[in-house]
């Protein structure tokens, strides 16, 4: 019988290696997983919705076009995923973060939210829709070593 490819979106902060660490990991580790995300690189995601769509004369317009045309992506992506990854870094606020977790969640998705100890209080709503908390991406290619294999 051939073994299931699990389906994992990697959501949140892009300041980092998280990203890289547990695709590393997981590779290192044999687990059957196929990566996706979001776009990761600022600019463009910033910028989307008016380069592909046009101008925009305010800010708030701007972001908004933009922010709609990277839900295209967002969205359908999430709904493919087996697990969502939701990492919150320290820097910058990821409220796109926050709405991925809670769309996941409304989907019945598995969660697991990857912050940094600090920001429990901060993300306590967020984590109360996670299956597990993690504080580091090791933790997270554990995890999913376990609910792949069953192994610890």
């Given at each position: 019988?051939a073994?299931?490819?699990?389906?994992?979106?990697?959501?949140?902060?892009?300041?980092?290696?998280?990203?890289?660490?547990?695709?590393?990991?997981?590779?290192?580790?044999g687990l059957p997983?196929?990566f996706?995300?979001?776009?990761?690189?600022?600019?463009a995601?910033?910028?989307?919705?008016?380069?592909?769509?046009?101008g925009?004369?305010?800010?708030?317009?701007?972001?908004?076009k933009?922010a709609?045309?990277n839900?295209?992506?967002?969205?359908?992506l999430?709904?493919?995923a087996?697990?969502?990854?939701?990492?919150?870094?320290?820097?910058?606020?990821?409220?796109?973060?926050?709405?991925?977790?809670?769309?996941?969640?409304?989907l019945?998705?598995?969660?697991?939210?990857?912050?940094?100890?600090?920001?429990?209080?901060?993300l306590?709503?967020?984590?109360a829709?996670?299956?597990?908390?993690?504080?580091?991406?090791?933790?997270?290619?554990?995890?999913?070593?376990?609910?792949?294999?069953?192994?610890l």
């Amino acid at each position: 019988m051939a073994e299931q490819t699990w389906t994992v979106y990697l959501s949140g902060e892009v300041h980092t290696d998280w990203r890289e660490v547990i695709k590393t990991g997981s590779e290192k580790a044999g687990l059957p997983v196929r990566f996706l995300s979001p776009v990761t690189d600022h600019d463009a995601s910033d910028n989307c919705g008016v380069d592909i769509l046009g101008g925009e004369s305010g800010s708030f317009w701007k972001d908004h076009k933009g922010a709609s045309v990277n839900a295209i992506r967002t969205r359908t992506l999430i709904e493919k995923a087996d697990v969502v990854i939701v990492r919150f870094g320290e820097k910058y606020k990821q409220w796109n973060a926050a709405f991925d977790a809670g769309y996941a969640a409304a989907l019945g998705k598995a969660i697991i939210t990857l912050h940094d100890p600090g920001n429990g209080h901060a993300l306590k709503e967020v984590d109360a829709a996670a299956l597990a908390v993690a504080e580091a991406p090791e933790q997270v290619v554990r995890l999913l070593n376990y609910a792949i294999n069953g192994t610890l």
